[in-house]
């Protein structure tokens, strides 16, 4: 079983929609949480850690749901620049190590 | 600040040929790592490194050796290149090794071994 599972789309939608979407963890103890961006060819960057409460970014919005153990993301009035690859990053509890999710896959049209 | 840097951008390997991946940062982080890229796979860790003169392996270290004899340089270093090590490599540097700290990334080396 993978660590970090993601649906990888891709999520086809218009401009202006919301889009919205989960990644699963498979370890219970893990203790930080992030949302990496990645451009076609290009590295990732960080969007947004995510915390217990939940938090939001703009039109960004994460979720933690420590007991069903996933967190999601979920993107409000999409612009056609958040076309993107979405890369959930878990780490392993006390251990310094990341897990990274294969990315979802999000294409804005006009 | 130039940030992470990483050379050369692409490179063309036959196999059994031995490369150095250049990563550089200059952010003072004490944690760097290196992970690879393959298509349909999250990143997955190669080696890491907690500061200078110690480097530790990642969930794929086989084939790969690297060393930290400075806070900014963090080589890769490819022993005996082999078609499945046809990849992306990324470097990537943070403040500290908690794994709560963003993680800053280079441009990445798009690596084809023949």
């Known amino acids: 079983r993978k660590e970090v599972e993601q649906d990888p789309g891709p999520f086809n939608v218009p401009e202006g929609a919301t889009v919205a979407f989960n990644c699963t963890y498979s370890?219970?103890?893990?203790?930080?949480f992030f949302w990496y961006r990645q451009d076609c060819r290009k590295e990732p960057k960080l969007l947004m850690s995510?915390?217990?409460s939940g938090n939001e970014d703009g039109r960004f919005t994460a979720q933690l749901n420590r007991a069903s153990q996933y967190i999601s993301l979920l993107i409000r009035d999409s612009k056609l620049s958040d076309s993107a690859t979405y890369l959930c990053?878990?780490?392993?509890?006390?251990?310094?190590?990341?897990?990274f999710g294969a990315g979802t896959t999000v294409t804005v049209r006009a | 600040n130039a940030g992470v840097t990483q050379t050369p951008k692409f490179q063309v390997l036959k196999t059994g040929q031995s490369m150095t991946l250049q990563c550089a940062q200059d952010?003072?982080?004490?944690?760097m790592s290196w992970y690879r890229q393959d298509p349909g796979m999250g990143l997955r860790l190669i080696h890491y490194?907690?500061?200078?003169?110690?480097?530790d392996q990642g969930e794929v270290p086989n084939g790969y050796n690297v060393s930290r004899s400075t806070t900014e340089d963090f080589p890769l270093r490819l022993l005996s290149a082999a078609p499945s090590q046809t990849s992306v490599y990324f470097c990537?540097?943070?403040?500290?090794?908690?794994?709560?700290?963003?993680?800053?990334f280079g441009p990445g080396t798009r690596l084809l071994v023949l």
């Open positions: 990537a540097s943070s403040s500290s090794g908690t794994g709560r700290e963003t993680q800053y």
């Open positions: 370890n219970s103890a893990s203790q930080s």
């Open positions: 995510v915390y217990s």
């Open positions: 990053v878990v780490n392993w509890g006390s251990d310094y190590k990341l897990s």
């Open positions: 952010m003072n982080h004490e944690y």
């Open positions: 490194s907690v500061g200078a003169g110690i480097t």
